[in-house]
């Protein structure tokens, strides 16, 4: 099968975007709060510590401890989510200067929720010559659950004409199950993917965040129904008139299932699958 997209420099688009909305939603961020996160059970003694929220990266909380230790040691351990891979991040430095070090990365693919994930951790790599042993077990976490401002309910809802998107399935046609997610709506290539929707909370007033960030993937299904993303691109999408609406060009697709990922800080992404087709002759 031929490629099924070209990359594009949204992904840039997106960094670049972001550093300027948080300091436009620097108010809005005054009132984040996050518990601490415990990390335990690594194969490193020292990474089993209490991280603090320090900010936000990308819409999602990171978290960090810092410390000094005996003979000069330094530590630095984070955890932070980074939409671009797609996955958490929990990286652990132990550090006497740039030659002399113990370096580890632990990774996560569980991105079912806006909140780092407790087990599912694994080891990414382990260098430097303060290491002793090889780190494993990977860890597992507890807390970060948001507080305060943060733990509002803020609820992604669809603002489109079907739903999130601008069409749905043929009336009276039940929506395909395909891999892991239903199939939302069919389009040829060529034809815009189009969509709105709007973000509330719990009294079902607007919130006040200016942005969404939509990215989408070409999708493989594998054995056992196992799906494979592969992404394409991916930018903001800016509240106009109370609505995120959104469009996405599909000349450069191969027929076959695509995602669409919808997210905002501090609620979990809304997936949505569409199948493109060749168009009809």
């Not at 840039?12 to 436009?24: D, F």
């Given at each position: 099968?031929?490629?099924?997209r070209k990359?594009?420099?949204?992904?840039?688009?997106?960094?670049?975007?972001?550093?300027?909305?948080?300091?436009?939603?620097a108010?809005f961020?005054?009132?984040?709060?996050y518990?601490?996160v415990?990390v335990?059970?690594?194969?490193?003694?020292?990474?089993?510590?209490r991280?603090?929220?320090?900010?936000?990266?990308?819409?999602?909380?990171?978290?960090?401890?810092?410390?000094?230790?005996?003979?000069?040691?330094?530590?630095?351990?984070?955890?932070?989510?980074?939409?671009?891979?797609?996955?958490?991040?929990?990286?652990?430095?132990?550090?006497i200067?740039?030659?002399?070090?113990?370096?580890?990365?632990y990774?996560?693919d569980?991105?079912?929720?806006?909140?780092?994930?407790?087990?599912?951790?694994?080891?990414?790599?382990?260098?430097?010559?303060?290491?002793?042993?090889?780190g494993l077990?990977?860890p597992?976490?507890?807390?970060?659950?948001?507080?305060?401002?943060?733990?509002?309910?803020?609820?992604?809802?669809?603002?489109?004409?079907?739903g999130?998107?601008?069409?749905g399935?043929?009336?009276?046609?039940?929506?395909?199950?395909?891999?892991?997610?239903?199939?939302?709506?069919?389009?040829?290539?060529?034809?815009?993917?189009?969509?709105?929707?709007?973000?509330?909370?719990?009294?079902?007033?607007?919130?006040?965040?200016?942005?969404?960030?939509?990215?989408?993937?070409?999708?493989?299904?594998?054995?056992?129904?196992?799906?494979?993303?592969?992404?394409?691109?991916?930018?903001?999408?800016?509240?106009?008139d109370?609505?995120?609406?959104?469009?996405?060009?599909?000349?450069?697709?191969?027929?076959?299932?695509?995602?669409?990922?919808?997210?905002?800080?501090?609620?979990?992404?809304?997936?949505?699958?569409?199948?493109?087709?060749?168009?009809?002759?």
């Open positions: 099968m031929g490629s099924r990359v594009g420099v949204g992904w840039l688009a997106v960094l670049v975007g972001v550093a300027v909305l948080m300091a436009a939603l108010g961020a005054d009132e984040e709060c518990e601490d415990i335990r059970g690594s194969g490193f003694a020292w990474v089993n510590v991280l603090e929220f320090d900010s936000m990266f990308h819409g999602y909380p990171h978290f960090e401890a810092q410390w000094t230790g005996d003979g000069g040691l330094t530590y630095t351990i984070q955890l932070w989510y980074y939409d671009i891979e797609n996955r958490w991040h929990l990286p652990a430095t132990m550090r200067d740039s030659s002399t070090y113990c370096n580890v990365v990774l996560n569980d991105v079912s929720s806006s909140t780092p994930p407790s087990t599912g951790w694994y080891q990414q790599f382990v260098a430097g010559c303060l290491c002793e042993g090889d077990p990977a597992t976490l507890s807390g970060g659950e948001p507080c305060g401002l943060a733990a509002a309910l803020i609820e992604l809802l669809p603002a489109g004409l079907a999130f998107l601008d069409r399935r043929p009336e009276g046609e039940e929506p395909p199950v395909v891999g892991e997610l239903v199939v939302s709506a069919t389009y040829e290539v060529g034809e815009l993917i189009s969509g709105c929707c709007s973000l509330v909370d719990s009294s079902g007033a607007p919130v006040d965040v200016s942005y969404l960030t939509l990215s989408w993937y070409a999708v493989t299904i594998g054995d056992d129904f196992f799906d494979v993303r592969e992404p394409i691109d991916s930018r903001l999408v800016y509240e106009e109370g609505a995120f609406c959104f469009s996405i060009p599909t000349a450069e697709f191969a027929p076959g299932y695509y995602d669409i990922r919808l997210g905002a800080p501090f609620v979990d992404y809304q997936w949505i699958r569409v199948e493109v087709v060749a168009p009809a002759e």
